[in-house]
């Protein structure tokens, strides 16, 4: 089983940077989907991007292409979530997500299949 455990969370005025991490242990193989998703009071569980750890692939919610980026390095067993430009509409709890195999930009609208989730980091955007 994957442990993971989510990082860089806080409150921010709107326009500025921001990096959190997932940190994850307990893996076997190489081939996993990580994944980033969002949840607002009040909304459903939002995927926001996910990385295949095989190969690099990456898909975006079109919320949040061309501002988040998500990343991953190998070395040290984490999972990044740039995000720039943030929005009060960004405010959410952040969850990191893991599954084994592959997938495709379906595993955005998918939070089912994935098998193991990080604790949550809240992010708060004010204006």
């Known amino acids: 089983q994957v442990q993971l455990v989510e990082s860089g969370g806080g409150s921010f005025q709107a326009g500025v940077s921001l990096r959190l991490s997932c940190a994850a242990s307990?893996?076997?193989?190489?081939?996993?989907?990580m994944a980033w998703f969002r949840q607002a009071p009040g909304k459903e569980r939002e995927g926001v991007a996910t990385l295949l750890t095989y190969g690099g692939t990456t898909y975006y919610a079109d919320s949040v292409k061309g501002r988040f980026t998500i990343s991953q390095d190998i070395a040290v067993n984490t999972v990044y979530l740039q995000m720039n430009s943030l929005q009060p509409e960004d405010t959410a709890m952040y969850y990191c997500a893991a599954k084994r195999g592959t997938g495709g930009i379906w595993l955005l609208a998918s939070p089912q299949v994935f098998s193991d989730w990080g604790q949550g980091t809240q992010v708060t955007v004010s204006s």
């Open positions: 307990g893996y076997t193989g190489t081939t996993y989907c």
